[in-house]
């Protein structure tokens, strides 16, 4: 069974930073990409980043220039370091794995974790 535990999440005044990090664990191989959406309420989810195992890496229009996002392959591991925050960034944060294990395509996602940007 694979588990996405994610952190990092919480409350930050308009211009902070925050750092977001989702670990996978459990039966899992053959990962390709690793990422970060967010939905905010009355809106659909949306791409925040993502990078492959080989480091490209895919931002959203409204966050590049302001956040980064990295990964360590060896640990199952993806972050996210969130920096300039608005208050448009107030969203559940949810980390999303992808990859195939013997040609079978699979997806997880986390439960999400809250980013609140607020004074």
């Known amino acids: 069974q694979v588990q996405l535990v994610e952190s990092g999440g919480g409350l930050v005044q308009p211009g902070g930073s925050l750092r977001l990090s989702c670990a996978a664990s459990g039966s899992i191989s053959g990962i390709y990409a690793m990422g970060w959406y967010r939905q905010a309420p009355g809106k659909q989810r949306e791409l925040v980043a993502a990078i492959t195992s080989g480091g490209r890496t895919n931002y959203g229009d409204s966050v590049k220039d302001r956040f980064t996002i990295s990964r360590d392959n060896a640990k199952n591991t993806v972050y996210l370091q969130m920096s300039s925050l608005k208050p448009e960034d107030t969203a559940v944060y949810y980390c999303?794995?992808?990859?195939?294990?013997?040609?079978?395509?699979?997806?997880?996602w986390g439960q999400g974790t809250q980013v609140t940007v607020s004074s």
């Open positions: 999303r794995v992808a990859g195939s294990n013997d040609y079978d395509p699979y997806e997880y």
